[in-house]
């Protein structure tokens, strides 16, 4: 299956063949080295045939948004899994902090984008969670769009076109995207939520155990 894998330096016509294919994007944060989990999350099997990677993808697809994968210089062979629609690209700095991902993925957004989701390879959604989100953050003509549950905020985010320059601006010194949560929490419109999933961040082996068995008690009983 092809995967769309593009350079750093962005090519200008690589901007409008992405720009023409949606005006909703998803940059799936996917460039760290696992250390805790002790295996690249990118390959751990998710559902039928599918990895985390793709599952992540995919689900990003199903609700008409582009996803932008950005993968580290350890695993820039799984572009190769990426499915149709999808673009993988690679950042050497990773090491640096997920900053610098973050903004790797920037540069490949066009510039006249409507929504723009920011969620990582470990932070699995079911479908429904995104579309509540969405409806809700066009809804609302949110700024920025955060799922919740009981008081606590979890992922993906949406942020609208108006918080690009914002988010050009962040950095490791200034604690990335939490800084960004930090300044403009009084006007992100949060959806609750009665499922925790929406905080779920698969970090550790057991984590990835006891969710793993969890979809499969879902799929079979729902």
């Not at 063949?17 to 909703?24: I, K, Q, T, W």
């Not at 793709?54 to 582009?66: A, K, N």
């Not at 930090?182 to 970090?203: C, G, R």
């Amino acid at each position: 299956m092809e995967c769309h894998f593009r350079k750093l330096d962005l090519d200008p016509r690589l901007l409008q063949e992405v720009g023409n294919l949606s005006s909703n994007f998803a940059i799936v944060l996917a460039a760290g080295k696992s250390t805790r989990m002790g295996t690249c999350k990118t390959s751990l099997p998710w559902g039928e045939g599918k990895t985390l990677l793709t599952y992540q993808l995919e689900q990003w697809l199903s609700v008409d948004f582009t996803p932008v994968v950005v993968l580290g210089s350890h695993n820039s062979n799984k572009q190769k899994d990426c499915p149709d629609g999808s673009f993988a690209v690679i950042n050497p700095h990773a090491n640096v902090g997920k900053t610098t991902s973050l903004l790797t993925g920037l540069q490949h957004i066009p510039p006249n984008f409507e929504i723009l989701a920011i969620s990582a390879v470990d932070q699995p959604r079911e479908l429904e969670i995104y579309q509540r989100l969405i409806l809700a953050h066009q809804d609302n003509s949110a700024m920025i769009t955060a799922p919740s549950y009981e008081g606590n905020m979890g992922h993906p985010l949406l942020f609208s076109n108006g918080m690009r320059s914002h988010l050009q601006n962040i950095s490791e010194e200034s604690l990335g995207l939490r800084q960004i949560i930090k300044e403009f929490y009084p006007v992100i419109h949060q959806v609750k939520f009665d499922n925790p999933a929406v905080l779920l961040d698969i970090n550790t082996p057991e984590i990835y155990q006891e969710q793993l068995h969890n979809l499969r008690w879902y799929r079979t009983n729902i």
